[in-house]
């Protein structure tokens, strides 16, 4: 069974950081590709960030230059180092990976940007 555990979200000031971790449990993680979705009250779930099993990194364009996704085969482990936060990053975060014909999500992060 494949388990994607998200954590490291919060509340932080616009401009500030976060590192958000997903560890994963049921794959062998070296061999997927991994990714982080967001998806704010009323929105639809947008895709931010993806991996690839060699490293190979992609970004939506909203996030590209602030946000690095970063994995560690070692610890089974996909991060999300968010910088330069902006209220418009506001939403719940959530790791994903596909394995065979099946998606699979963690329960997602909550990440608020606030004064």
């Known amino acids: 069974q494949v388990q994607l555990v998200e954590s490291g979200g919060g509340l932080v000031q616009p401009g500030g950081s976060l590192r958000l971790s997903c560890v994963t449990s049921?794959?062998?993680?070296?061999?997927?590709?991994m990714d982080w979705y967001r998806q704010a009250p009323g929105n639809t779930r947008e895709w931010v960030a993806g991996?690839?099993?060699?490293?190979?990194?992609n970004y939506a364009d909203s996030v590209k230059g602030r946000f690095t996704i970063s994995r560690d085969n070692a610890k089974n482990t996909v991060y999300l180092d968010m910088n330069t936060l902006k209220p418009e990053d506001t939403a719940v975060y959530s790791c994903?990976?596909?394995?065979?014909?099946?998606?699979?999500w963690g329960q997602g992060t909550q990440v608020t940007v606030s004064p």
């Open positions: 994903h990976t596909i394995r065979g014909q099946y998606h699979n």
């Open positions: 049921g794959i062998i993680f070296s061999h997927y590709a």
């Open positions: 991996i690839s099993n060699g490293g190979v990194t």
